[in-house]
T-cell receptor
Framework: AQKVTQAQTEISVVEKEDVTLDCVYETRDTTYYLFWYKQPPSGELVFLIRRNSFDEQNEISGRYSWNFQKSTSSFNFTITASQVVDSAVYFCALSGRLSRAQKLVFGQGTRLTINP | GAVVSQHPSRVICKSGTSVKIECRSLDFQATTMFWYRQFPKKSLMLMATSNEGSKATYEQGVEKDKFLINHASLTLSTLTVTSAHPEDSSFYIC??????????????????FGPGTRLTVL
């Protein structure tokens, strides 16, 4: 079975602070994909990143960075110099290589509030 | 990039009525689409996998007679909530996996999500 755990239900920080959102996953697949999505109040899911299990290289995109640690089954997301517009619910998700069409297992989500 | 649309974006209906939600892939074909449900302040839970030309595959605990899924063509899947009740009120989101050749040629690419449909049953 696959499972994604986001232990932080809500995080509130002041603007310009750095914040890290944790994600721990469980899977028996040797090949799998990890994702992060942002869900603003409008409800639409915004794709942020996809990582496959073969690639543990950390990635940086502007103020966003991701730390994939296969040894601890974690895929954490850091926002540097947070801004009010970063306020949203963030979901970590996992899909396994069972078939061509991949269904996603989502974590519980972390509600991030950036205060001015 | 690939776009998935949903219609309607918001629907309010009376208890006992049926509601149909459409999910369309706008610039690519999708033999498979997924339907997720999200309760307020909760995570997304997969309800079913919609398969073009065959029956949908439902997740455990999802009533197939309650949530009818029809994958009518390679670009359209519909979810019908039959005899809706207030407990069916939720945010319904569909997704379609990226086809091969799109976004890097990897077979197992990202999902493209629709904007969601907010259903309120009075």
């Amino acid at each position: 079975a696959q499972k994604v755990t986001q232990a932080q239900t809500e995080i509130s920080v002041v603007e310009k602070e750095d914040v890290t959102l944790d994600c721990v996953y469980e899977t028996r697949d040797t090949t799998y994909y990890l994702f992060w999505y942002k869900q603003p109040p409008s409800g639409e899911l915004v794709f942020l990143i996809r990582r496959n299990s073969f690639d543990e290289q950390n990635e940086i995109s502007g103020r966003y960075s991701w730390n994939f640690q296969k040894s601890t089954s974690s895929f954490n997301f850091t926002i540097t110099a947070s801004q009010v517009v970063d306020s949203a619910v963030y979901f970590c998700a996992l899909s396994g290589r069972l078939s061509r069409a991949q269904k996603l297992v989502f974590g519980q989500g972390t509600r991030l509030t950036i205060n001015p | 990039g690939a776009v998935v649309s949903q219609h309607p974006s918001r629907v309010i209906c009376k208890s006992g009525t049926s509601v149909k939600i459409e999910c369309r892939s706008l610039d690519f074909q999708a033999t498979t689409m997924f339907w997720y449900r999200q309760f307020p302040k909760k995570s997304l839970m997969l309800m079913a996998t919609s398969n073009e030309g065959s029956k949908a595959t439902y997740e455990q605990g999802v009533e197939k007679d309650k949530f009818l899924i029809n994958h009518a063509s390679l670009t359209l899947s519909t979810l019908t909530v039959t005899s809706a009740h207030p407990e069916d009120s939720s945010f319904y989101i569909c997704s379609a996996p990226s086809p091969p050749g799109l976004a890097g040629g990897n077979k197992y690419n990202e999902q493209f999500f629709g904007p969601g449909t907010r259903l309120t049953v009075l």
